[in-house]
């Protein structure tokens, strides 16, 4: 049975080092994570830096859209084949505003699929939690295992948690 | 910074979120009535759409007038949002982040009313769907994709969706905000939204890089839109005055020019109407007409080498239309009204720092820009059509009617209400942007003097 801990900090470097105190007592990095209102630099609290694939999204999306997009432009044009001003049918410079638009937006619309999916969300069931952590609290957050919770507990109230949280 | 002053994180909550928490006094009244001037503008809509384009002033030759100009004003107004969105986020520039909200927002809603006007002016709307959709199959008709009005709506779909999923992604972690400060059915829809935001280093992260990548990606798109609205008018050789290769550029610079104005409309408001003095400072009106003055500068002179290009050749049509625009009536007297509402007293203003650091002046500076810059797309689309030309067998001038007067005032209305509306529910001001900006902010004293200062991370 799995136990989940939070603590709380009003003040960075406190939250900083109840993640020190956590590495201390044997937890993995990856087991605990820190939340805040606002971004901090990265690695401010010496946690586990995120790794990420989220440029792999937009190449994807735009090879997506310009692939749709020519066999939109192609496929209209030959189906209705009308010979205009004496121009080729297939008339690339006027296929090319399609072909970008539609690969710009296809483009868009993954990086936000990505941006969505690479920070695990949505999140159906967040776990514990504290409002406060919007009004400027820091929170350090660790699942662990019920026999281990109570070493935790200990981890974050040495560094200065100010409230202590179980779910 | 030089005006900022520290300010919590729970204050901050509370005053920007005074739009949400507690809503205004003057926010019901003023919705109802934009709501009446709204509703009898659709009512008006309505009665065009059933007695048909006759009830316009649009007659041949003039058959673009008012809604195209318009259409072409409020897609000009949307650049706004990612000009100041993404070029300030991508170069850091610090005092972006009270206006980024309200820009993009400022985006979603001039584009959604720019749309509306090709669709009010083809007079059938539904009849136009394939522009859209490949849909006519018992014709074998498909969109012709070699004319720019299919590149305009796809150009501007792009556009409206790209801004709009921009707007979503920067608001997560405010929603997460809004979802721990409510109750009830505003904490079930508050949670639906921000998606189980936690606000871990995990979606920080993605947060910054993310809003850094669409940044990127929405840049051309911005300038790609203007240049397109620009080719329904540049592709078409019969018409003088339109047919010109500089306007690409001269259409997107002209768009900065009124978007970034709008903007300083909408932030003065803002400050006014939220109470907002802490967060939306004089700086930064000071920061945005200094941008200002560079842009409409640079506008200017596409102004001038358009006038330029088509003297020059000394083509008689051309010369003629030139005369008509500036010297006769009544488009001379729009000709001169433009040119000074649109550059010499706004920018004749800005270069006083007294009027940059002075909300009220910045304010009626930033409503003369779009005087000027509604007058000029006004005096582009018109007059060449409106030139007698040999072979037009109807020649007609055009004199917009009252219905049509009324839609562009409806169009005011609708914007304001739908941003009005929008404050209601969500915040106009990014709360993180501001939390953020005072977790960075700080003070290095430089011999006698103390400076203020931001700490910035490095890439």
Not at chain 1, 2 to 30: C, E, R, T
Not at chain 1, 62 to 81: D, E, R, S
Not at chain 1, 132 to 158: F, H, M, Q
Not at chain 2, 410 to 435: I, Y
């Amino acid at each position: 049975m799995s136990k989940s801990v939070l603590g709380l900090y009003s003040d960075p470097n406190q939250a900083a080092d109840a993640m020190d105190a956590l590495k201390g007592a044997g937890f993995p990095l990856g087991t605990f994570d820190v939340l805040t209102g606002t971004p901090y630099p990265e690695g401010a609290f010496g946690e586990h830096v995120p790794q990420h694939r989220l440029f792999r999204f937009p190449a994807f999306g735009a090879i997506i859209g310009f692939t749709l997009a020519i066999f939109l432009t192609a496929a209209t044009q030959i189906a209705y084949p009308l010979v205009t001003g004496g121009k080729p049918i297939l008339s690339l410079f006027a296929m090319l505003v399609i072909l970008y638009e539609m690969s710009m937006l296809s483009a868009v619309i993954s990086t936000v699929v990505g941006i969505v999916i690479e920070s695990r969300l949505p999140n159906v069931n967040p776990g514990i939690y504290d409002n406060r952590i919007t009004e400027g609290l820091i929170g350090v957050v660790i699942t662990t295992d019920d026999d281990k919770s109570d070493t935790a507990i200990d981890a974050l109230n040495s560094a200065g948690a100010m409230e202590i949280k179980q779910a | 910074m030089q005006q900022r002053r520290t300010i919590d994180q729970i204050h901050t909550n509370r005053v920007l979120l005074n739009g949400q928490l507690d809503t205004p006094k003057w926010w019901a009244p003023t919705v109802i009535v934009l709501g009446i001037i709204v509703a009898i503008g659709f009512f008006m809509i309505g009665i065009m759409v059933n007695k048909g384009l006759g009830v316009t002033g649009l007659s041949r030759p003039v058959y673009w007038g008012l809604f195209i100009t318009t259409f072409v004003f409020w897609v000009g107004i949307s650049h706004a949002g990612i000009m100041i969105s993404a070029i300030l986020r991508l170069s850091q520039a610090e005092w972006r982040r009270p206006v980024t909200r309200a820009a993009e927002l400022l985006t979603v809603f001039s584009l959604l009313t720019a749309l509306m006007f090709p669709l009010m002016h083809a007079g059938r709307p539904w009849r136009i769907i394939y522009f859209i959709l490949p849909y006519d199959f018992a014709r074998g008709i498909m969109p012709n994709i070699r004319s720019p009005l299919i590149w305009d709506p796809v150009a501007i779909s792009t556009y409206l969706t790209g801004s709009t999923l921009f707007l979503y992604i920067a608001l997560l972690p405010d929603l997460g905000n809004l979802r721990d400060r409510t109750t009830g059915w505003q904490n079930a829809l508050y949670t639906i939204l921000s998606l189980g935001w936690r606000g871990n280093p995990r979606q920080w992260k993605l947060q910054t890089v993310g809003g850094i990548l669409l940044s990127a990606l929405m840049l051309p798109i911005f300038v790609s839109v203007h240049s397109i609205v620009s080719w329904d008018f540049a592709v078409t050789p019969a018409v003088e005055g339109w047919h010109s290769t500089i306007f690409a550029p001269y259409f997107v610079i002209g768009a900065v020019h009124s978007g970034v104005s709008a903007v300083v409309t909408m932030m003065a408001l803002m400050r006014w109407l939220w109470k907002w003095e802490d967060f939306i400072r004089p700086e930064h009106f000071d920061a945005l007409a200094r941008l200002l003055i560079v842009v409409a500068t640079g506008w200017l002179a596409f102004t001038f080498l358009e006038l330029i290009f088509a003297v020059y050749g000394l083509d008689a049509p051309e010369l003629a239309l030139r005369e008509l625009q500036i010297f006769q009536w009544p488009w001379n007297i729009l000709f001169i009204t433009f040119v000074i509402t649109g550059y010499i007293i706004p920018v004749g203003m800005w270069l006083q720092k007294s009027v940059r650091n002075n909300i009220a002046l910045m304010f009626w500076s930033s409503l003369f820009v779009n005087i000027g810059m509604w007058l000029e797309r006004f005096l582009i689309i018109v007059p060449g059509l409106a030139r007698k030309t040999p072979f037009v067998y109807t020649w007609e001038s055009y004199r917009p009617s009252g219905l049509e007067w009324f839609i562009l005032f409806w169009s005011l209305a609708w914007v304001t209400f739908l941003m009005l509306l929008f404050s209601r529910f969500f915040p106009l001001v990014p709360l993180f942007e501001q939390k953020e900006s005072q977790t960075f902010s700080d003070s290095i004293k430089i011999g006698r003097v103390k400076v203020p200062a931001i700490v910035r991370e490095a890439d």
